[in-house]
């Protein structure tokens, strides 16, 4: 556990010490008006208390991401512990905070207005779709997993429509109210029941002393079909919201247009994604015992759902078992109404369609809530299906984030401002997400190339490379710009 314990310290002294250090290279400024008081308009644009805000955000990008993502992660070995912990402190936080910062410096502008700014038109209309996509994928994925929970834990009678029609009417609620009635005021809750569990799992460390892999055992890949899942590119896309996710900066918006200061925005955005990691090492390092050798529950084959009530059985009484489950179900259903929250405001910024009047915002809201729950009955009906989504969710968020990242890279290069910090998260996150298009193979569902992993790694190099290029010729470009 040693492992564990020195990868939770550096986690702490990211945040403390590079945390700092993006706050102070974008320059925060606490004199600043915010858009929560310069356009308030009782609907999306509300002051909140700093706590408040953290705590929702932190519940808006949590989901079910860095539990059931780092579970399956772990699978990998010891080095989904340090993706978790070096992707949080170097990508993720970074990624979280300035798509955020941008956001509150551009009145709260939603992610494809952000994309647009800084990487052209043509950009921005592909990501509104691509974007809208994602939302439904995760409205479907934050759906069904807290019904299966609901159904396997608690009422293993009931018909899982019956708590997806449930929870989709709550989500449509939730995304049509001011975000001050139910969000600024249940979430706060659900984030302390979150973080609960969290701590439970770490008590339970103590307690129960599990061998956990540690990483002076190597580095190599645990898979149980370690020939077809190999650590490069696929932990990088298994663990997304653990350590980076594009689905973060859909919800940063929503938080950005809530500040009343600008210091705010480190606590709020990067302490959020580094608390985010937390959740997801603890989880990842429960996993990596309870796929282990020295398991006493066989957990070969088991989902990652499964592997939240394996563990919550096997090392806690009724009564914590029940929290920490309860914990991962309002994990996935807070992130899920405020990802259709999302959808709703990006299409209302491309329409330009005031969301002030109620009217507004169900015009927009029900054709999406239709579309979701087509595709939630889909999954329903076919397992195979939500694993399609599930998949599908996972490398379009990496491409998100991938976007988000250059985005980035384009503004602090053009603030003048050291860009290194996110092109080279940047580089990375294009060679993941290029090599596991190119590479995986194209089956029922088609969802990649196909090629061989030299080859998509030898494309995927490429690709990076020429937006490498494109990066440096814009820089290049905006400085003559300047001094003519």
């Known amino acids: 556990m040693i492992t564990f314990f020195i990868a939770l310290a550096v986690l702490i002294i990211g945040y403390l010490i590079y945390g700092k250090i993006i706050d102070r290279l974008f320059g925060a400024d606490p004199k600043r008006e915010t858009p929560a008081v310069t356009m308030a308009d009782g609907v999306d644009y509300v002051p909140m208390k700093p706590w408040r805000i953290f705590l929702i955000q932190f519940l808006n990008i949590a989901g079910v991401g860095p539990i059931i993502g780092a579970i399956m992660g772990a699978q990998f070995g010891t080095a989904s512990f340090l993706w978790i912990v070096f992707g949080s402190i170097f990508a993720g936080a970074v990624h979280d905070y300035l798509s955020g910062m941008i956001s509150l410096r551009n009145k709260g502008a939603s992610l494809p207005e952000i994309h647009g700014m800084y990487l052209g038109n043509g950009v921005k209309q592909f990501m509104r779709i691509l974007l809208i996509i994602l939302m439904v994928l995760v409205g479907v994925v934050f759906v069904n997993t807290p019904a299966i929970l609901l159904i396997n834990n608690f009422t293993p009678n009931f018909s899982p429509y019956i708590w997806v029609a449930i929870i989709l009417v709550y989500y449509l609620i939730a995304t049509l109210l001011p975000i001050d009635k139910i969000i600024g005021k249940i979430y706060p809750v659900f984030g302390f029941l979150l973080l609960g569990m969290a701590v439970a799992i770490f008590v339970a460390f103590i307690i129960y002393k599990p061998e956990i892999p540690e990483i002076w055992s190597g580095l190599y890949n645990r898979h149980p079909d370690a020939a077809h899942s190999p650590i490069f590119p696929m932990m990088f896309i298994s663990i997304a919201c653990g350590a980076i996710s594009g689905f973060h900066a859909t919800q940063s918006p929503l938080m950005a247009r809530c500040m009343v200061n600008e210091k705010q925005g480190r606590s709020i955005f990067y302490g959020a994604m580094i608390t985010e990691g937390v959740v997801a090492l603890i989880w990842a390092a429960a996993a990596a015992y309870f796929f282990g050798p020295d398991s006493v529950v066989d957990v070969t084959g088991k989902s990652g759902v499964a592997v939240v009530g394996i563990i919550a059985n096997t090392w806690f009484t009724p009564a914590i078992a029940l929290i920490t489950i309860l914990g991962v179900i309002s994990a996935a259903v807070t992130s899920g109404d405020t990802a259709l929250r999302s959808a709703r405001l ?24 239709v579309v979701t729950a087509v595709v939630l009955v889909y999954s329903l009906a076919d397992t195979s299906g939500f694993d399609m989504i599930w998949r599908y969710f996972a490398w379009a968020n990496q491409v998100i984030a991938m976007v988000t990242l250059w985005a980035i890279t384009v503004y602090l290069a053009k603030e003048k401002k050291y860009y290194l910090v996110s092109l080279i998260p940047a580089m990375f996150m294009t060679m993941v997400t290029m090599t596991y298009i190119i590479e995986f193979p194209a089956g029922k569902y088609v969802e990649g190339v196909g090629f061989s992993g030299t080859v998509a790694t030898i494309i995927a190099g490429c690709i990076t490379m020429l937006f490498t290029v494109l990066f440096f010729n814009f820089r290049r470009k905006n400085n003559n710009v300047l001094k003519s």
């Open 346 to 369: 990006i299409i209302a910024d491309f329409l330009h369609y005031d969301q002030k009047p109620i009217k507004n915002r169900l015009i927009v809201a029900i054709p999406m809530f």
